[in-house]
């Protein structure tokens, strides 16, 4: 499972993972890693999923093959693996169905409007929008994909308070200053949700990409360290 956070400051797409990946044995944790860095270049932007490995890999596997230059080849490489899914999976049809509807992906991209370049978030789940439909995070907002053992109402709190806290470039014209304060923000989030979560870590990575096309993404940042970097790819 992973908790992640997408963030649309209208000049800066953010979209922030959490590091650590899991053994599950009968609905139990038994081992894990908070190492892991779980955003994935696509060419266009980043990507990164949450839910079940059966779906979430073959996904992956598929887009770090090819140079993705639209969302609609994201759109119909989900689609075409949710219906491999659905007609291979080893489980009866009620939990294959269950697996489907908790597992989504949250990418970032560039568009263009009446000859302006803007900045897109968007995701693939069932319980935000249609199979085939991309559901948007809209300017100066943010929403979050939480494990399943994260309730409704807690869920709720959790992005209410993000887009209560987050700062846009209108609010802190400053790169630098807006892009600290909401990873402050995202800290405090992971940690809380850390805490309420036994699959999701204190720990995570960031993915940026700008309106000019840059794209950098962070080393790993840790809930008690004030020190990150981010690399330019």
Known sequence: MTFIVGMNTSDIAIIASDTRE???????????HDE?????????GFMTG????????????RTSEK???HTDEITKIVDE????FRNNSPFNSYITEDIIRKTGWMFSYRSSSQNDIILRIGILHLSLSAENKIALV???SAKISVPSDITTEQ?????????KNMVSIMDV???SDNLGRNITLIKHVMREVSHISETVSESFYVGLLYKNGDMSLSNIIHNDSSKYEFNNV
């Open 67 to 69: 140079n993705i230059a």
């Open 81 to 84: 693996e949710r219906k491999a």
């Open 22 to 32: 899991v053994s599950i044995a009968n609905n139990q944790v038994i081992s894990f």
């Open 138 to 140: 809209l300017d100066n």
């Open 155 to 163: 869920a709720i709190e959790i992005q209410n308070e993000i887009n």
């Open 173 to 175: 014209p400053n790169y």
């Open 36 to 44: 892991a860095n779980k955003i994935q270049n696509i060419g266009i």
């Open 50 to 61: 949450s839910g079940f490995v059966e779906l979430l890999e073959p996904v992956k596997k």
